[in-house]
């Protein structure tokens, strides 16, 4: 499902003009990244957890040459599926 897709099921279940359900999405998501980017947790209990995850400095290899590089520490956004949206999937 893309962002468009989910827009146009939000306004159709909720009645609303698209305008007003992109808006609402964008909200919500905007809302997420401020948190995540804090280092907050977003939780919605049931469907799932966001986190910020470390990850320490590393070795690689450029996969069209082969020479190594550092990749550097980061920060990266985490999802962990909660029990229901898991019951959902199976």
Same mark, same amino acid.
């Given at each position: 499902?893309?962002?468009?897709e989910?827009?146009?099921?939000?306004?159709?279940?909720?009645?609303?003009?698209?305008?007003?359900?992109?808006e609402?999405? #964008?909200?919500?998501?905007?809302?997420?990244? =401020?948190?995540?980017?804090?280092?907050?947790? &977003?939780?919605?209990?049931?469907? %799932? $957890?966001?986190?910020?995850?470390?990850?320490k400095?590393?070795? #690689?290899?450029?996969?069209?040459?082969g020479? =190594?590089?550092?990749?550097?520490?980061?920060? &990266?956004?985490?999802?962990?599926? %909660? $029990?229901?949206?898991?019951?959902?999937?199976k």
């Amino acid at each position: 499902m893309t962002k468009d897709e989910m827009i146009e099921a939000i306004a159709k279940k909720m009645g609303l003009p698209k305008t007003q359900a992109a808006e609402t999405l #964008g909200v919500v998501l905007d809302e997420i990244t =401020k948190s995540l980017s804090k280092g907050n947790e &977003v939780i919605f209990t049931g469907f %799932g $957890k966001f986190s910020v995850s470390d990850r320490k400095a590393r070795e #690689g290899r450029n996969p069209k040459t082969g020479e =190594k590089i550092k990749i550097p520490a980061m920060k &990266v956004p985490k999802f962990k599926a %909660g $029990k229901v949206l898991k019951d959902a999937v199976k």
